[in-house]
T-cell receptor
Framework: GQSLEQPSEVTAVEGAIVQINCTYQ??????LSWYQQHDGGAPTFLSY????GLEETGRFSSFLSRSDSYGYLLLQELQMKDSASYFC???????????FGKGTRLHILP | ETGVTQTPRHLVMGMTNKKSLKCEQH?????MYWYKQSAKKPLELMFV???????ENNSVPSRFSPECPNSSHLFLHLHTLQPEDSALYLC?????????????FGSGTRLTVV
């Protein structure tokens, strides 16, 4: 079967660094994506990793290890506006379907 | 605004009603999707349209009926829903089905079935 596992909630302090992990199981892997969703808002695309390694976009970085079926999203210099839910998603090579995790709710304390 | 517009934002309907959700994108994308988002559950893919043709129906009950009249518009027609169908319904689009650089989502329609 296909599944993604990520923590349901993470709490961090403003200005700090936080890492949100994602492990996955798919029949044919084709890339790991991350999305952010604020309460009442649309999920918005953050990053995509098709190959192993780190991708950096400003304060956000995403990492992938295909041999470990594992990735993470790293958020640096946390700001209150980063309080949101973060979803990892994988594309299954067999049918091009994108499968989403349940999401990680990030709480940021002042 | 994300480029994908959904209306209405909120909808309350009785189990015997018929209503429709609307999604519109002017991004020039060729693929459009309906997702259901329930509390503490992953986003569930309902329907996929590519170039206005339905290419996927993920075992969705027939009380949900999609329609894609052109590449910019997608509808979800609802009839005789159940209370468990209450959820956030999200529309998304992408350049094509194999687009790795992300879907563009609308803000969703919050549906409550009473």
């Amino acid at each position: 079967g296909q599944s993604l596992e990520q923590p349901s909630e993470v709490t961090a302090v403003e200005g700090a660094i936080v890492q949100i992990n994602c492990t996955y199981q798919t029949s044919g892997f084709y890339g790991l994506s991350w999305y952010q969703q604020h309460d009442g808002g649309a999920p918005t695309f953050l990053s995509y990793n098709g190959l192993d390694g780190l991708e950096e976009t400003g304060r956000f970085s995403s990492f992938l290890s295909r041999s470990d079926s594992y990735g993470y999203l790293l958020l640096q210099e946390l700001q209150m506006k980063d309080s949101a839910s973060y979803f990892c998603a994988v594309r299954d090579r067999r049918d091009d379907k994108i499968i989403f995790g349940k999401g990680t709710r990030l709480h940021i304390l002042p | 605004e994300t480029g994908v517009t959904q209306t209405p934002r909120h909808l309350v309907m009785g189990m015997t009603n018929k209503k429709s959700l609307k999604c519109e994108q002017h991004l020039g994308h060729n693929a459009m999707y309906w997702y259901k988002q329930s509390a503490k559950k992953p986003l569930e893919l309902m329907f996929v349209y590519s170039l206005e043709e339905r290419v996927e129906n993920n075992s969705v009950p027939s009380r949900f009926s999609p329609e894609c009249p052109n590449s910019s518009h997608l509808f979800l027609h609802l009839h005789t829903l159940q209370p468990e169908d209450s959820a956030l319904y999200l529309c998304a689009s992408s350049q094509d089905r194999a687009d790795n650089y992300g879907y563009t989502f609308g803000s969703g329609t919050r549906l409550t079935v009473v």
